[in-house]
T-cell receptor, first 113, second 113 residues
Framework: ETGVTQTPRHLVMGMTNKKSLKCEQHLGHNAMYWYKQSAKKPLELMFVYNFKEQTENNSVPSRFSPECPNSSHLFLHLHTLQPEDSALYLC????????????FGQGTRLTVV | QKEVEQDPGPLSVPEGAIVSLNCTYSNSAFQYFMWYRQYSRKGPELLMYTYSSGNKEDGRFTAQVDKSSKYISLFIRDSQPSDSATYLCAAPGYGGATNKLIFGTGTLLAVQP
């Protein structure tokens, strides 16, 4: 298994749908992240989990709801999204709480119609 | 002002050229800088990092930091078509007990054969 795996790779959903993004890391890391990547914009950090505990919510709208059941799995639950939420959602993991290398998954390309 | 700024490009060069990719940053507390490479439809992967001013070399890649001008650069010698990707500079943000990376927008590089 590769380091950080995200499913699905592509997702198209209506504004009234509920869907979930899944991330799994096989690196033994204790920190996991959700980032949003939109065209022509920097990667935006959304959420940080350290040892399953959420330590950062970067003013993300409540229509995005993260869940971290254990140090290896991270979910992003989506509901009543807007078209401007269409983007590449990247999961990452790292070891430790200091500045360390983040390993990224391949991302989920989300389109909200 | 964005904490890390980067020209989005695109930058197109012929094979074999020397490529210079640049970022500026505003927070003088940053002491650690990273370059990530992101191929199309992939997540970012760490290419190089450097802790302090000066140069760091790894094969055809050289990372340079000038703290006096808050300027970071990535040089690619003998560029290859396989170097075509988006290059993102990043610095770890500080504050609280979390680790997070602050990214530039990324520069899209195309190396023409």
């Amino acid at each position: 298994e590769t380091g950080v795996t995200q499913t699905p790779r592509h997702l198209v959903m209506g504004m009234t749908n509920k869907k979930s993004l899944k991330c799994e890391q096989h690196l033994g890391h204790n920190a996991m992240y959700w980032y949003k990547q939109s065209a022509k914009k920097p990667l935006e950090l959304m959420f940080v989990y350290n040892f399953k505990e959420q330590t950062e919510n970067n003013s993300v709208p409540s229509r995005f709801s993260p869940e971290c059941p254990n140090s290896s799995h991270l979910f992003l639950h989506l509901h009543t999204l807007q078209p401007e939420d269409s983007a590449l959602y990247l999961c990452a993991s790292s070891q430790g709480q200091g500045p360390t290398e983040a390993f990224f998954g391949q991302g989920t390309r989300l389109t909200v119609v | 002002q964005k904490e890390v700024e980067q020209d989005p490009g695109p930058l197109s060069v012929p094979e074999g050229a020397i490529v210079s990719l640049n970022c500026t940053y505003s927070n003088s507390a940053f002491q650690y800088f990273m370059w990530y490479r992101q191929y199309s439809r992939k997540g970012p992967e760490l290419l190089m990092y450097t802790y302090s001013s000066g140069n760091k070399e790894d094969g055809r890649f050289t990372a340079q930091v000038d703290k006096s001008s808050k300027y970071i650069s990535l040089f690619i010698r003998d560029s290859q078509p396989s170097d075509s990707a988006t290059y993102l500079c990043a610095a770890p943000g500080y504050g609280g007990a979390t680790n997070k990376l602050i990214f530039g927008t990324g520069t899209l590089l195309a190396v023409q054969p």
